[in-house]
């Protein structure tokens, strides 16, 4: 990743870069923290113990490779301070996390689930002139499964029930309220903390790609709600919290477009994101996270 881009704002695919990536024999982690005195990681990994990230010089990017981590195991960071203050926190760009209110994060292989749906990718743009009908949803509550105890299906197993309503319904859309990882179920999702993991509420990741291929499949697209920040007291985790050792704000740059304060993305990649920002400005970390949904878990 080129450094100088980073901080002048130009790079929107900065999580193939940060987070943990599997590797051949090794899990490598990085992430930025300009103000932090030592990032150690701690995860099942290395038994719980602490392994220090190194930076780069004084750029604040930090980074470690781990030999034999590997996909499903838990970690965390654990950030010191120049005040001599020391905070575990979960990646900021980790890929999945685990069940509120615990909070690791966990290692992921995106390449879990490879998608079949070529057809639809190659066709869904031959006819734009073709009337929408969308249906909008919130997985957790649509439909209870009075097998588990918070009532959730997974991933997967609404895809068996919610793609026959669709059709059935004449829909060609369905736009799911945010799915990226929050802490409060009665949120519905625009409390974001895990803004590059898709809920564990229902499923991992490549679960979550399991339902969108089997949409694609049926000839339904999928539009997917994102939110950095809803009411004024929901905290924005890596600006608010005392965490703020790794916050990635010496990046950020305001965006306006067209003065409005909800913006849509039409984006290469399998998702159309309709994005609701605070009135007018948002944030570029807020776009990395549209473009990582856009390209990893569509």
Partial sequence: MNQHQFFT??????????????????????TFAPNASR?????ACNGWTETDLIQDGRSGFWSVSVPDARAG???????????????????????????????????????????????????????????????????????RNPDDANGWYTYDEIARRLIPYLQENGYTHVEFLPLSEHPFDGSWGYQNTG??????????????????????????????????????????VWRNTTARTCTSTRTARSVKVNGAATISFIPDGKYAVFCSLQPITGSLSFILTVCAWMRSHA
């Fill in 195 to 236: 803004f590059f993991a898709p809920t564990s509420r229902y499923g991992t990741p490549a679960q979550l790609k399991l339902l969108i291929d089997k949409l694609h499949h049926a000839g339904i697209g999928a539009i997917m709600d994102l939110y950095r920040y809803t009411l004024p007291w929901t905290p924005t």
């Fill in 39 to 43: 990032i150690t990681l701690t995860g």
């Fill in 73 to 143: 195991q838990f970690y965390k960071y654990r950030i010191y301070g120049p005040d001599g203050s020391v905070t575990e926190h979960c990646d900021p760009y980790g890929f999945a996390m685990e069940l509120r209110p615990a909070c690791c994060s966990i290692i992921t292989d995106l390449e879990e689930y490879r998608f079949t749906d070529e057809a639809w990718m190659a066709d869904r743009t031959a006819s734009p002139d073709a009337p929408l009908s969308i249906y909008e949803m919130h997985l957790g509550s649509w439909m």
């Fill in 9 to 30: 704002g130009e790079i929107f695919d900065a999580y193939h870069w940060f987070g943990a990536h599997i590797e051949q024999n090794a899990v490598v982690f990085r």
